[in-house]
């Protein structure tokens, strides 16, 4: 099993900038991916960024590119998110899941989430 916590979410203003963290605990080798996903209010849960656990490629989600920046602490066994000019429309709630060797298919361990909210 794999344990996710997600920090660093608050209320912030429009234009600042936020860094999230996702600290993984438990049977950590078996992770291959971490990524950020996000639920904003009233719509469905969508990607946001991913990284690999070895490895430096970065994906992003188009819109969010040149904005939002993932990176990791292998040695923390922590990755974050960089979130730069936020705007009200990055008002969601924040997860952190990770693709492992025993849950293949897909995203199979996910955090509490961390709530982002962007004033205007």
């Known amino acids: 099993q794999v344990q996710l916590v997600e920090s660093g979410g608050r209320l912030v203003q429009a234009g600042e900038s936020l860094r999230l963290s996702c600290a993984a605990s438990?049977?950590?080798?078996?992770?291959?991916?971490m990524g950020w996903f996000r639920q904003r209010p009233g719509k469905e849960r969508e990607f946001v960024a991913a990284?690999?656990?070895?490895?430096?490629?970065?994906y992003y989600a188009d819109s969010l590119k040149g904005r939002f920046t993932i990176s990791k602490d292998n040695a923390k066994n922590t990755v974050y998110l960089q979130m730069n000019s936020l705007n009200p429309e990055d008002t969601a709630r924040y997860y952190c899941?990770?693709?492992?060797?025993?849950?293949?298919?897909?995203?199979?361990?996910w955090g509490q989430g961390t709530q982002v909210t962007v004033s205007s």
């Open positions: 438990g049977r950590t080798f078996r992770i291959y991916r």
């Open positions: 899941a990770v693709r492992s060797t025993d849950r293949p298919s897909g995203y199979g361990y």
């Open positions: 990284i690999p656990w070895s490895g430096a490629s970065t």
